[in-house]
């Protein structure tokens, strides 16, 4: 029997594509690149080995933005505002590679920028512009500006839109300002909260240094180990599918402490779950303490994330999750808890080195929207507090209207609640970062910028 022919299919598009793509659909929606790339990765077929490549790509694109812009500008005569899109970020793909990316050649950075091009279905008089813009950046490298310097100012790139910037140096001083731009602007070091029900700190990185994967203690959690020079996969990590660790930053991983000293039996709810980081810590207490813990989040996408960790991490686990929303815990009469902890929706300003397109994807009028979300959070979680129960509402924001704002208004509304100290909850070492009776780092080489705070209700 003749076999039947199937369907010409097109053939899979490379890194180089999925990451112009995803820079061009992230310019449209505001959306995080993540899932963009994710969805484009399927959507275009691309092999799982490139996908790797193509988030460095991006993350490294969104990191030194203006840096490769201010290139564009002296290599090309016409203004940039003026370009199509997919011609613009593919400049910028092909101009980070050649100019950070010193582990790919130049020939494969060109032509695979190019050939992207070409797949986009653009005209070829396009195709030859951008091989023609990538090739005089190459011939050109020796008297171009250095990536850690902007002629004019003649100090390091910000990188960081004008609006977040002005905000830094207004409060932190120039200093701190351009110190936290800098920070933001390197790879972040990949850190594990390790799985205290699976294995220890101490054998998970004799585990690490037998694998030959460098990787040191945190410096403020007690669980968490640091990879300073890991490029790989996650999940080929030694320990992943036995739930030996999750990657949380340390700061993260101290939130969860706040709740404490927990009661014996007592109700924990996790209100803003998400992908299930801070559930973890609390299951893992749930056995000495005979915790009962409820896990909640209400999008789609996180949900089954949140499901997906605490399979691998905690299989069998007492814990209850929910895909709803606090109002509809509330409206359910679902309390009250001992302890609730609020990790709100915020801009995510202290973690733009983590995630680079959320200093592009902000505004200054987003900051407003969210305390109003971040209030309404609060108040549901305080209809839901137990007397003499703790309600921690933590962000990984810098900025004072989703941080001590939101909790001075809400103790005005809400007179039964008080502040309290957070330092003796944590590790002596992150006494550093309390501040008006409020865990707040900013983001540096060690931790990533988060504020929390812990009041208790009379």
Known sequence: MPRIPQKNRKPPKTARYAAIETLCRMERSRSPVKPLLEGIGVECRVPAADRGLAMTIVYGVLRHRQYLESLMDRLCRHPRHKFDPFILHSLEVGLFQLLRLDRIPQSAAVNETVQAVKAAGLPQRLQGFVNGILRESIRQRPTLPGIDTDPQSGRPWLNHPAWLTNRWRQRFGEDEMRRICASNNEEPTLVLKINGTATTREQYRMSLTSA????????????????????????????????????????????????????????????????????????????????????????????????????????????????????????????PFDGILVDAPCSGTGVTG????????????????????????????????????????????????????????????????????????LPSAAGRFIADRCFAPRPDATIDGFFAARMVRR
Request: with cysteine.
């Open 212 to 335: 030959g994967i460098a990787c040191r203690d945190g410096l403020f959690a007690p669980q968490a180990l640091a990879l300073p020079d890991c490029q790989g996969a996650i999940p080929l990590l030694p320990g992943y599918a036995a739930g030996h660790f999750l990657v949380q930053d340390e700061a993260t991983q101290l939130a969860p402490l706040l709740l404490g000293p927990f009661r014996p039996g007592g109700r924990y709810l996790d209100a803003c779950a998400g992908l299930g980081g801070k559930t973890c810590h609390l299951i893992e207490l749930e056995h000495d303490l005979a915790l009962r813990i409820t896990a909640i989040e209400p999008d789609p996408y996180r949900y089954r994330k949140l499901g997906e960790n605490l399979q691998r991490l905690y299989p069998g686990t007492g814990c209850t999750t929910r895909q709803c929303t606090l109002q509809d815990l509330v409206a359910a009469g679902d309390g």
């Open 354 to 425: 983590r995630h680079p397109d959320i200093r592009w994807n902000r505004t200054e009028a987003d900051l407003l929207r969210y305390q109003a979300t971040q209030l309404e959070l609060l108040d549901q979680a305080a209809a839901m507090t137990a007397a003499g129960g703790i309600l921690v509402y933590a962000t990984c924001s810098l900025e004072p209207e989703e941080n001590e704002e939101v909790i001075r208004l809400f103790l005005l509304r809400h007179d039964q609640f008080r502040l309290t100290d957070p330092e003796p909850l």
